[in-house]
């Protein structure tokens, strides 16, 4: 059974850092393409972030490129994101997800989510 | 970046019934050197991550129950779910994977009536 865990979430004040970690089990992890996506009750849906299955391609969305960095371990199956400079607007749950398959990009498995709140 | 839109912001349906949910994205999804449509559809309860139900468009994801159904091509694509079920109430979203940034519709709310 495919399991996707983040962890690392919580309070932080605006400036500060975060890394969130997804331990993925019950399946070959170092064969998919991994996202970050978060979700805001006012802004919906939003990708932030993707790493390919070697980790030598990450894309980022403009709202958090240069401040936020993906990453994975291969070896220990697990998938970062490293949360700098982080600001009120970053707020909110965060969720790691798998694709679907190797060749599709869409999102077939998701994590429960970690609340990651930046407020003073 | 593709804007995707869906209609209506929301919608209630009796059990039974049929339910149709409409999603147009700024710009062509389709890839003209595989023929596939890089369009998804999720389904989101409250307090639980998305589920993805419809993956290129129409492709049911395993164990997705045969009354959703996804179509459309191009810019217009349409989710359908026949004979309503309670557990169907949920929010649900398209999503265009066709080009970084990825992006989803506003979500669509639906109840029964």
């Known amino acids: 059974e495919v399991q996707l865990v983040e962890s690392g979430g919580g309070l932080v004040q605006p400036g500060g850092s975060l890394r969130l970690s997804c331990a993925a089990s019950g399946f070959t992890f170092s064969t998919y393409w991994m996202h970050w996506v978060r979700q805001t009750p006012g802004k919906g849906l939003v990708w932030v972030s993707r790493i390919n299955s070697d980790g030598t391609t990450t894309t980022y969305a403009d709202s958090v490129k240069g401040r936020f960095t993906i990453s994975r371990d291969n070896a220990k199956n697990t998938l970062y994101l490293q949360m700098n400079s982080l600001r009120a607007e970053d707020t909110a749950v965060y969720y790691c997800a798998r694709a679907t398959t190797v060749t599709s990009l869409s999102f077939g498995y998701w994590g429960q989510g970690i609340l990651v709140t930046v407020s003073s | 970046d593709i804007v995707m839109t869906q209609s209506p912001d929301s919608l209630a349906v009796s059990l039974g019934e049929r339910a149709t949910i409409n999603c147009k994205s700024s710009?062509?999804?389709?890839?003209?050197?595989?023929?596939?449509?890089?369009l998804a559809w999720y389904q989101q309860t409250p307090g639980q991550p998305p589920k993805l139900l419809i993956y290129?468009?129409?492709t049911r994801d395993s164990g997705v129950p045969d009354r959703f159904s996804g179509s459309g091509s191009g810019t217009d694509f349409t989710l359908t779910i026949s004979n309503l079920q309670a557990e169907d109430v949920a929010v649900y979203y398209c999503q265009q994977y066709y080009s970084t940034p990825y992006t989803f519709g506003q979500g669509t709310k639906l109840e029964i009536k």
């Open positions: 290129w468009a129409s």
């Open positions: 710009q062509s999804v389709l890839f003209s050197s595989n023929n596939k449509n890089y």
